[in-house]
């Protein structure tokens, strides 16, 4: 059995959430290299998209989805890295990073080694990516 305590995703149910329904929330990482930077992160403690019905799986794609489009329309970031890892932290959760041909690592992962010192930018306020998050949600899942 797993130790929910364990987990820092299910112990912290509230920190920098900027958007959140009933199935996941999404929050923006505070990395002072990486502005935008969100997680899309499912409430109930699954380690794998598999471990989710079909119709839970298209919805947390549907919100990484719709966080990779407000986080274009925001910052115009010249790629977007989508992740999902969980090998130290087997709660399933997305990483949404936009990527810029100047920041510390591009074209490498942002894990590795720094390439340079890196352009810093800032993040998009959390009230408009959290409405932006919202429009491309609808866009998505209006049709």
Not at 74 to 100: E, Q, T, Y
Request: glycine residues 4%; hydrophobic residues 45%; negative net charge.
């Amino acid at each position: 059995m797993t130790d929910l305590s364990a987990c820092p995703l299910c112990a912290k149910l509230d920190d920098d959430v900027i958007w959140r329904d009933e199935l996941c929330r999404v929050i923006v990482v505070d990395d002072p290299y990486y502005a935008g930077y969100c997680r899309v992160i499912w409430h109930e403690h699954v380690a794998e998209m598999t471990d989710l019905t079909v119709a839970a799986q298209r919805h947390v794609m549907n919100v990484v989805l719709a966080t990779e489009t407000a986080l274009r329309r925001l910052m115009g970031p010249d790629k977007i890295n989508l992740a999902s890892f969980g090998n130290f932290v087997p709660h399933l959760h997305w990483h949404v990073i936009p990527r810029f041909a100047d920041d510390r690592h591009f074209p490498e992962a942002i894990w590795g080694t720094p390439r340079r010192d890196g352009a810093r930018r800032e993040a998009p306020p959390a009230a408009g990516l959290a409405q932006a998050i919202d429009t491309a949600l609808a866009e998505l899942t209006s049709g």
